[in-house]
């Protein structure tokens, strides 16, 4: 293996460890920020792990089925992403 494959190999092993850890990541703030939310509403609910454990996995079965499934979905949600997106990225930038 030259040099440039090396890295190359390298390098492709960094990104995928980078999107494994990006998807672990999402899904686990999702639950932690759902069950954040439902604790300021709901004064007498006490989050535990298993509830945002439960969050994310389904969070990431919602992702996957709309991967594996919902492939005509994608553009539609994704317009819909930057239709809800922009508005707040404005909101924001004008407070």
């Not at 092993?13 to 899904?27: D, E, H, K, M, Q």
Request: hydrophobic share 55%; proline share 2%.
């Amino acid at each position: 293996m030259t040099d440039n494959q090396w890295i190359s190999w390298v390098c492709g092993w960094f990104a995928v460890s980078g999107w494994i850890a990006l998807v672990a990541t999402a899904g686990s703030l999702a639950g932690s920020l759902i069950t954040g939310a439902i604790s300021l509403t709901h004064e007498n609910y006490e989050v535990e792990r298993w509830h945002i454990f439960l969050i994310y996995l389904a969070y990431m079965l919602g992702a996957c089925f709309i991967n594996i499934f919902g492939l005509r979905l994608l553009p539609t949600i994704d317009r819909a992403a930057i239709f809800w997106y922009v508005p707040i990225y404005l909101c924001e930038a004008s407070c």
